[in-house]
């Protein structure tokens, strides 16, 4: 008989700072055992949900509840949440609100220390943790000053110390890069089978989380949860589509040939997927569809050229580092977490300054520009929102860098609202920050930066925490942006779909400087140079390998039929 484990009865519940309720009628039952994703677009109530599992609503996030939560036997509104604690680990899509260590290594042995563990006992635990997570190298840095990734993993490890019943994970995936996310969705796996653990993942990149099985899957939208079904019956349904959360590359590949739901068989896996004569249909449908042409840009706006940069001195980051961004690129930056794509962002925009070597931008050397001087031609847009906000309330902070100029009043709202509505988030504009998610904080910076209209735009992960119908959107304003206006834009990611439809060029980083300089399509089939970087192939590849197709021009061709669809 299941267990049940995590239970809603008939919980409603608004937050303090809001007019309406977030979840409406929430019913839920997670047994002991089972492995859960929960999706659905940003500002759905995922996070929400999460919260009150952990306990975090109502004891530390204030609002009013109807209905009851219980937890491993303990209702939530009544238990603590040291209690809760115990049962329930939590990883948070925002690492460093959860950071309370001056070191990795404290930070991972902060809850051991909790538990009166002995020092020896924390020593070996927490070797162990940092050793499967691959951060052993630092134990010594301060959380606060790893990279996304890193601080993600440090996160996961000072959950994975603990032994509570159930693993929550906020978007574990979110600042991850696409090697380092497929083994951390195939560790959460690993501790949900050999441990038996109830694993509940909140988390936008449905395909990445479904590589490893997972056991049911609950659809949020509009607070209320409007689906409940294994991964095979969610991908036969329209679900996705009405939420605005994007089907797997696999399917969608199958779609553009013309293959319709009811003939796949296998549909959870593209290891597995399968329709009558599928490899014929696919190599007919290739040859059939055209290639697209490319954009070519080759007038240079900022030139790189032999740079030089180290933190300190034993650990270089960059070596002789060359690299030409041209007017008009639409340029993703990619590479393994850790390896300098935020560092050489920060090098451009003047944050840090370099050992060695030059920078120029239209010909102007970037060492005769101060900060604010680079900020009027250069907009970037972090990792962290919440290391950009200052303002409470969302009109003020896109508004902030207009009031700063001295735009005029009819001048500047008009562009903050056409900035609000291009990252969907217009209905939310006299909101407090603090009251939206992670994502939609993302959001907020980023149409900061667009009121600005600057020349170049170099944004770090810009899809992280983003559902698929905000990030089109968000995507082809950009677009629109170099296109129409020649803005370039420099893209930091791990989402390897991101580059392949947006990016017209892909620079991929290792140790010292840059491994490839090419064609998005191309870089993913360079075996060394996936491994190198901690790149992923995509199920585009994995299916195009399978018969026998050429990954690069089968990639290119889905992609196009694709943007051709979404432009319908």
């Not at 809001?18 to 002991?32: D, G, M, V």
């Not at 942006?481 to 803005?487: A, P, Q, T, V, W």
Request: charged share 20%; proline share 4%.
């Amino acid at each position: 008989m299941p267990e049940p484990l995590i239970q809603f009865d008939n919980v409603t519940f608004q937050y303090d700072s809001q007019a309406e309720p977030t979840l409406h009628n929430i019913n839920l039952t997670i047994n002991r055992g089972e492995k859960v994703l929960i999706v659905g677009p940003s500002g759905s109530g995922k996070s929400t949900i999460g919260n009150m599992i952990n306990g975090l609503i109502p004891h530390a996030i204030p609002g009013q509840i109807t209905g009851k939560v219980t937890v491993a036997g303990q209702v939530v509104q009544d238990a603590s949440i040291f209690d809760l604690s115990l049962k329930v680990g939590t990883v948070l899509q925002d690492p460093d609100s959860q950071f309370v260590g001056l070191t990795t290594a404290e930070d991972i042995a902060f809850a051991m220390e909790n538990d009166a563990a002995d020092t020896q006992t924390m020593h070996t635990r927490v070797q162990q943790v940092a050793a499967t997570m691959g951060i052993t190298d630092q134990l010594e840095q301060a959380p606060q000053n790893l990279s996304g990734g890193q601080k993600q993993r440090t996160s996961m490890a000072g959950v994975l110390v603990d032994d509570g019943d159930i693993l929550l994970f906020d978007e574990p995936l979110a600042a991850l890069d696409p090697a380092t996310g497929k083994e951390s969705i195939r560790l959460i796996d690993e501790l949900h089978r050999q441990q038996n653990m109830t694993v509940v993942i909140i988390e936008h990149r449905l395909e990445d989380v479904l590589t490893q099985p997972v056991d049911r899957v609950i659809v949020v939208s509009d607070g209320r949860i409007i689906g409940d079904l294994t991964p095979d019956a969610l991908l036969r349904s329209d679900l996705l589509t009405q939420i605005g959360v994007r089907s797997p590359l696999y399917l969608q590949a199958l779609t553009a040939a013309g293959i319709k739901t009811d003939e796949i068989t296998g549909i959870e896996s593209v290891e597995t997927v399968d329709a009558p004569n599928l490899g014929q249909r696919l190599t007919t449908w290739l040859n059939a569809s055209s290639k697209p042409a490319g954009a070519k840009h080759d007038q240079p706006l900022l030139t790189i050229s032999d740079l030089d940069f180290a933190y300190d001195s034993a650990t270089p980051i960059f070596n002789h580092l060359n690299l030409t961004i041209n007017h008009g690129d639409m340029l993703a930056l990619v590479g393994r977490n850790g390896v300098g794509k935020t560092t050489l962002s920060q090098l451009i925009t003047g944050f840090v300054q370099q050992n060695a070597g030059t920078m120029h931008f239209n010909g102007t050397d970037l060492n005769t520009l101060s900060i604010k001087e680079r900020a009027d031609h250069i907009g970037y847009i972090m990792q962290d929102p919440n290391q950009m906000i200052s303002k409470n309330l969302i009109r003020d902070e896109v508004g902030l860098g207009l009031d700063l100029r001295g735009v005029d009043t009819d001048e500047r709202d008009q562009r903050v609202d056409e900035a609000l509505k291009i990252c969907g988030l217009y209905e939310f504009r006299n909101w407090p920050v603090s009251a939206l998610s992670f994502g939609q904080k993302k959001r907020v910076t980023i149409a900061s930066i667009l009121v600005l209209n600057p020349e170049m735009l170099i944004l770090d992960e810009p899809t992280a925490g983003q559902d698929w119908r905000h990030y089109t959107q968000m995507m082809h304003f950009l677009e629109k942006l170099n296109h129409e206006h020649g803005i370039t834009i420099m893209l930091i990611t791990h989402d390897m779909h991101l580059m392949l439809e947006y990016a017209t060029r892909t620079v991929v980083l290792g140790d010292g400087g840059v491994l490839l300089d090419e064609k998005p399509a191309n870089v993913l089939s360079n075996t060394t140079v996936i491994a190198a970087a901690s790149l992923a192939k995509t199920s585009l590849y994995t299916l195009a390998d399978r018969f026998n197709l050429d990954p690069e021009l089968f990639t290119t061709r889905v992609i196009a039929a694709e943007r051709e669809a979404q432009h319908e």
